[in-house]
């Protein structure tokens, strides 16, 4: 079978967002100015914001950006944080988020967007929009901020299975190198496994297993395979996709958010120690505002659903309008580069896994 590309389309085209409008932390208010922000940038984005109808109405009536730019319909009910998702799936229907989901698995719109429950989200969307064939288990992928010229490099799985056997991986790293190509514009992105170490003889027989078979699929998924990575090649540019299971991604990406924090309050009581650290402060304002810009985890908002019939971009529960904005970002760059359509051909075009499949090539840094 040929290769699919996975590069932007370029040209004009309205995109529509399924925007969940009451999950999250700060309620709908927050998320509507957070769209705003969005609509403000962009003309090319459309919303279906579902939640309670009067809320909506009032909160988007206020907002001169969205004028002619959302469709609202009216869902009673909202899942809430404490709920659990076995609870949701049976009884879901007819809060935001399932209304939100709904409109993608219809095709009234291309990608959906909520700052809801997690574990809730994941079950409705397993539920309603089905795994691509092909796919044992979705992964849920965040951008992790590194040293490469982006910016980023992608990780999965941060937290939708703890469990993944070495096909499961190999799964992870097609659609982690899909979604580079199309979340961070990487022609050939490279991928990475995982492990206690970078030489080949450590870890457990199944990541030895999952390391040859993600080797074999590189020709097929058109990404580099450079072996097995450590917790410090995270943030570097070594790599630009991360595979590891669940557990392991949802440990990492929870130690990096808290470690982020912890520098973030040092660096402040650093500076507030005494007068002349205050005046060294306002020196390196200018210095400061760019490293707080470039670590602030608000403009890498949103973990991405894989291996669904549809799009899913789960935007932090504590999000407030600038995070959200990020996260619709997300979701338009996804939906405009036709990303689902290109996932889900690169899947099949992988195939099962072969045993004896040739090992993949030199990186080229070229489109497929």
Known sequence: MPNVPDIPQSGAQRIVISIDAMGGDRGPTAVIAGIEQSAAKNPDIHFIVHGDEAVLNRLVGRRKALAGRCDIRHAPRVVTMHEKPSQVMRHGEGTSMWSAIESVRTGEATVAVSCGNTGALMALSMIRLRKLEGVNRPAIACLWPSRNPGG????LDVGA????????????????????RNGLRLARPRVGLLNVGTEEHKGRAELKLAGEMIAQAAEAGAYDYVGFVEGGDLPSDRVDVVVTDGFTGNIALKT?????KLIGDFLKEAFAATP???????LALTSLRRLQKRIDPRRVNGGVFLGLNGTVVKSHGAADATGISAAV???????????????????ASAGPARQDAPASGERNG???
Not at 161 to 180: C, F, I, P, T
Not at 256 to 260: I, K, L, M, P
Not at 276 to 282: E, G, H, K, P
């Open 152 to 155: 980023f490099n992608v990780m």
């Open 161 to 180: 299975d703890v469990k993944a056997d070495a096909e499961d991986l190999r799964q992870y790293a097609l659609m982690g190198a899909s979604y580079a």
């Open 256 to 260: 990096g958010e808290g470690t982020a």
């Open 276 to 282: 002349l650290s205050r005046i060294a402060a306002l």
């Open 329 to 347: 970002k997300l979701a338009f760059r996804l939906a405009k580069s036709g990303f689902q359509e290109r996932l889900a051909a690169r899947v």
């Open 366 to 368: 070229k489109p497929e």
